[in-house]
């Protein structure tokens, strides 16, 4: 059947798309939809999304923050829990486009 293996990449990326819409600023949400337009760009933003799909409590994130990395690169994400722990991920999906 035509499209079957998609169907599952297709919910996880509306669901984080409803995750960004929960989690981060306007702005970034509408930058990372933008990419959406770029279909080569669609693994990517599913290795990127994953993180902020997942986490049971509650949580604060920012996309792409400033100064967290080296030169001019940005790490995917800073995530801060109420609990006061807070991580940096930064993902490659290891997908050939």
Known sequence: MYGTDQAPKISVLLKGVISLVKHIKTECVVSICHRLQDKNKHLDYLSE?????????????????????????????????????????????????
């Open 49 to 97: 999304i994953d993180p902020i799909t997942r986490p049971v409590s509650d949580f604060f994130t920012s996309y792409e923050p400033a100064g967290y990395a080296k030169g001019n690169k940005r790490i995917d994400w800073l995530i801060k829990f109420t609990n006061g722990n807070s991580y940096l991920i930064d993902l490659k999906n290891g997908y050939d486009h």
